[in-house]
């Protein structure tokens, strides 16, 4: 018989809401991948907690070479328990490669919920969380920070980010760039922990206060972009979609098809537009050339 891969949520900060099923799976799983054996000790001392499995380490640095390893010990039968170091792992955590390869030798994979800083977020952010899209991290780097926002300037289900404090600024500043300064969000902040706080406002205002510095583990939930009928959208607004998707990768001649038909107009209204800016922008570099000073 094959064994059991046990995806198992952790507390993402107050260690009492650590679910029941939790200790119990500590103490019987045949192996334990944590991604910091230092804090699954921690987290096994204030249980109150004596694992009598083996302990290996799981994280980024080691996933690729260690999910063979963890994979044949479920094929031969073992209880395999993966913890991350907060919330539910691979939800932009350490896992995926261990599921699809316990999926791929139909080996049975299962949960333990818990916490989860995507939903504590979205719950206590109060904006929609009927849609709602998880994007993880954004790229560090600026260029492919912005690029990766274009790409979803126009979907309208609620967006949810994680982020890094230190970045917290630079990528609120992008995002009010990109998807408009009075795009509203909330900026959650070591949640369910002591310091917990949640600043809500348009992405314009929360910049300068992102600038003065701040801690912590960070979620970032951002409003979907407003339902818009043709009678909203202006010249510019069409050329602005248009470009958007074409730095995303599409051809001209679908995204101008694709942003008609999201706004509800004929292709050639969008093509004019995007013919009538090429040639502004033509004649500005013109008159630019002509008139060096």
Sequence with gaps: MTGTLVLAGTPIGEIADAPPRLAAELAAADVIAAEDTRRLRRLTQALQVQPTGRVVSYFEGNEAVR??????????????????????????????????????RDIKVTAVPGPSAVLT????????????CFEGFLPRKG??????????????????????PHRLDDTLAAMAEIFGADRRAAVCRELTKTYEEVKRGPLG??????????????????????????????????????????????R???????????????????????????NAAKDSSKSAAKDPS
């Design 121 to 132: 977020a979205l719950a206590v952010s109060g904006l929609p969380v009927d849609r709602f």
């Design 143 to 164: 260029g492919e920070r912005r690029t990766r926002l274009r790409e979803v300037a126009d979907e309208r289900r609620t967006l949810v980010y994680f982020e890094a």
């Design 252 to 278: 001209r001649k679908e995204a101008i098809a694709a942003v008609a038909a999201d706004a509800g107009l004929p292709k050639r209204e969008v093509f004019d537009a995007v013919v009538a800016a090429k």
């Design 205 to 250: 205002d929360l910049v300068p206060w992102a600038a003065e510095g701040v801690r912590g583990e960070i979620t970032i939930v951002v409003e979907g972009a407003p339902e818009s009928g043709p009678q909203d959208l202006d010249a510019g607004e069409l050329v602005r979609r248009v470009q958007v998707r074409e730095e995303a990768g599409e």
């Design 67 to 104: 999910t063979p390893e963890l994979a044949d010990a479920l094929a031969g039968g073992a209880r395999v328990l993966l913890v991350t170091d907060a919330g539910m792992p691979s939800v932009s955590d350490p896992g995926y490669r261990l599921v699809a390869a316990a999926v791929e």
